[in-house]
């Protein structure tokens, strides 16, 4: 596992491609193709050229080869995230390039629609836009999916945790990011750890689950079902679990929350019942949103670069929009590295007496 940094966020627009290619050492095309998702590239090769990446901080400025061809395109963004903080980043992302281009950003809400509600509304948005962004939830809503790719609008998923044969996804590996933060809990010492799941119908919930499992498993660690508590990505859902977890006869030293919100929530939770964190819970979370930093101690997270992902899904929708043959798509599955932000949420589990 790759050494984990501290919490040091710093700019990464004065790396160019180049140094990317040269401390890999391969061209800065295929540094290109593997940060697109395009191409053949060996495993060998992809993998020196993510840890390259990684090791230089390097997040590609991804649409500003597309920004001129962006006059009077309408791009649709639509949300029903419940973390308002992963929303704000997104939209950051996303407000930076449209106030710099002609693009004219949509936003829809989609209030809690069933498929049904979400196939109308979805015909509906087509006639008006050029594109779309589905972020989590709806980045895994097949039901709209579908109707977009009927009506040949380019979709773009963000943090979908698979690869769509219709739409194009920009995202992390969150199976591997999963596996990375319960690592770190294993080496400090954690074995009893609980784990609050995102919602069951999102694909990326479950790929970081399989990782946190994993993790364990590589550890000879059994999976106590008992202290895996399902949230919906709410700091409301985070108290509930929480509160089941340290309600346990037996209750873990460490939970792994699967977003920072509900990561959040662990802590006030244990600050209620008169747990210091970390010295007798350590608290994990997912996403590195500002929600991450504005919480005592501020928490170990896994950074995922929202605003940047949200700056490469415009560049991928750009880039199908104005393709030549209107009959093919540009699809796109691109995989944007993430990294392990180590705050003071961890510490060595406490010595039962």
């Not at 779309?132 to 579908?146: G, M």
């Not at 596996?179 to 479950?206: N, V």
């Not at 509160?243 to 209750?251: D, T, V, W």
């Not at 964190?277 to 997270?301: H, I, K, Y």
Request: net charge positive; hydrophobic share 40%.
């Amino acid at each position: 596992m790759e050494k984990p940094r501290k919490s040091v966020r710093r700019k990464s627009s004065s790396v160019t491609i180049d140094e990317v290619a040269a401390l890999a050492g391969v061209s800065p095309m295929t540094v290109s193709r593997v940060i697109n998702g395009q191409g053949k590239v060996r495993d060998t090769t992809r993998e020196r050229v993510m840890r390259a990446v990684r090791e230089l901080d390097y997040t590609p400025n991804l649409a500003a080869s597309s920004l001129a061809a962006a006059q009077h395109t309408r791009i649709a963004l639509i949300y029903t995230n419940p973390s308002g903080a992963y929303l704000r980043e997104l939209l950051v992302g996303l407000l930076r390039v449209a106030s710099s281009t002609a693009i004219q950003l949509v936003i829809d809400y989609w209030d809690d629609l069933d498929a049904e509600s979400e196939r109308k509304a979805a015909r509906k948005l087509a006639k008006k836009v050029d594109g779309v962004i589905l972020p989590p939830p709806l980045c895994d809503s097949r039901a709209a999916v579908t109707e977009f790719v009927r009506a040949n609008v380019p979709v773009v998923a963000i943090a979908s945790g698979r690869f769509s044969d219709d739409i194009s996804c920009v995202r992390i590996d969150d199976f591997q990011a999963g596996r990375e933060i319960a690592e770190y809990l294993i080496k400090q010492g954690h074995t009893r750890i609980g784990c609050i799941k995102g919602r069951s119908d999102l694909s990326a919930s479950t790929r970081r689950f399989q990782g946190f499992h994993a993790a364990l498993d590589e550890a000879g660690i059994a999976l106590d079902s008992t202290l895996v508590q399902h949230g919906d990505y709410t700091y409301r859902s985070g108290l509930k679990a929480t509160e089941k977890l340290l309600a346990h006869r037996r209750p873990p030293s460490a939970i792994f929350a699967s977003n920072d919100d509900m990561a959040a929530a662990a802590i006030s939770v244990a600050h209620r019942r008169g747990l210091d964190v970390p010295r007798d819970l350590s608290v994990v979370g997912f996403d590195d949103t500002s929600a991450a930093t504005t919480v005592w101690p501020e928490l170990t997270t896994i950074h995922q670069p929202i605003a940047s992902m949200a700056n490469a899904a415009i560049d991928v929708l750009l880039r199908s929009i104005r393709r030549k043959d209107p009959t093919t798509r540009v699809l796109v599955d691109q995989v944007v590295p993430h990294r392990l932000i180590v705050r003071d949420s961890v510490a060595a589990p406490p010595k039962r007496k």
